[in-house]
């Protein structure tokens, strides 16, 4: 997953036009031979590198560019070719956090065709991503503090993939008919908790029972089978006789929780 | 309730040794007479009050200890009376909103005999907390950030008693036999992204649909009836049967969520 952000960067935000129109050499390190351009994406891929390590270990407020620039290995002067201030690599971040996770979750569970299936795999996705990247989880959630409207934006975007696969698994009869947007934020403050207490505090993906517990209580959440009360939906026509029932999306992408990789230039883009 | 924590004030942390020992008179623009340690504790509660909001409007780190003994109508020196630094007075401001949050849930659980209708009751009573209170929800998220070890507590600290409380349940065959600490985080977390998406971002409960859709999914993930293919937990027998039974907690306390308003010291204590 990491490798697949890696090989074809985050578009920019803000930061992008400072690159692009001032692209500048400045000195470098690299051994082969490297036009102006490449050689400043790698520069600009080290500085965020670094000001991820710096936010995650001092806080944002407490990190400083020559910190940054210092662990990047470029002078403190280079810094300002790419981003205009602290605030503005911290953006960056948050917005390549934001891809890099719905893009890996998009990926594990495109070819699932059942929602229930796709619930475990998801949550088992996102706890191995906040394993792997440890650093991102807590620059994003100082996101609240640095820019509330950014932060905001992500727990949106993140929803709205999840929203448009809910949406679908009603329409197919897999999901019960529920608020599909609560029943999103739900679920992701659920993983959320759990990645919390187990992946984040203590380093490592929670025991098998927490994952079966979690989803369990999920899959019985939403099985209309769950509802003894009331008639079982069968999958296919479940969209006649519910209330609220969604817009029926196209079958074609199951399960497809995120948007495509598209370039993304962040909520005020 | 705020008016219970109002009245029995909130035993102190750290902060509270020094106003014990030293206890001085300062200036005060009380009207009454009272004694010095009375005085004293009206003002310990103006300087929580004024960094209260001083923090939620500027966070932490941009927050000053002069800006909050202005706005609590104090001299700057008074407040090393009561705290040794900016940081113990937002400490001691977590603490209380753990205490005040965990006396709420219990004061609205503790009538309730049916863990089902608890975890409705919970659910609003939280919400309305958040509503009422968003300046210590801003807080108590900052902490993170300035002390991740009280951050840690505070979560420790709510999720005891709702273990406690999940436990009693599957004794009684009100909830089927799930990882009593998974299944607490995972409703912790969906309760507080509900309120951060609703009550926090838009300052207003949720709209019906929204709790009810929670409310649904959370009483069909733990309903031992929505298990078709296991046998049904019988109220008060289903600790036999069960694998992984808990300990058969008194039924004295039912929906007992959170400890009693028992003096705390913290984390450190």
Not at 181 to 187: I, K, N, Q, S, T
Not at 207 to 234: F, M, W
């Amino acid at each position: 997953m990491i490798q697949a952000s890696v090989s074809q960067p985050v578009a920019a935000g803000e930061g992008a036009h400072v690159l692009q129109s001032q692209n500048r050499a400045e000195p470098s390190s690299q051994r082969r031979p490297a036009g102006a351009r490449e050689r400043g994406e790698l520069t600009r891929d080290r500085l965020l590198e670094a000001a991820e390590e710096v936010f995650a270990e001092q806080g944002f407020f407490r990190a400083s560019i020559a910190e940054i620039t210092r662990r990047a290995g470029v002078a403190q002067g280079t810094f300002y070719l790419y981003f205009p201030a602290k605030e503005e690599i911290f953006r960056e971040l948050v917005r390549k956090m934001s891809h890099d996770l719905r893009r890996t979750l998009q990926e594990a569970v495109a070819p699932i065709i059942d929602r229930r299936d796709a619930e475990r795999v998801g949550l088992e996705t996102f706890l191995k991503f906040v394993l792997e990247r440890r650093n991102l989880y807590t620059v994003m959630r100082e996101c609240e503090f640095v820019d509330p409207e950014l932060h905001r934006w992500y727990y949106r975007r993140l929803a709205e993939g999840y929203v448009r696969g809910l949406r679908q698994a009603m329409a197919r009869g897999q999901v019960r008919q529920l608020d599909p947007e609560a029943l999103a934020y739900f679920l992701m403050g659920a993983a959320q908790m759990i990645g919390m207490r187990w992946t984040f505090w203590e380093n490592t993906l929670p025991p098998r029972e927490v994952i079966e517990t979690v989803v369990s209580v999920i899959l019985h959440g939403i099985d209309p089978a769950g509802l003894p009360r009331e008639p079982r939906a069968t999958p296919g026509t479940s969209e006649g006789h519910s209330p609220g029932a969604p817009d029926a999306d196209p079958p074609a992408a199951p399960g497809a929780d995120a948007p495509g990789p598209e370039p993304e230039a962040g909520p005020r883009a």
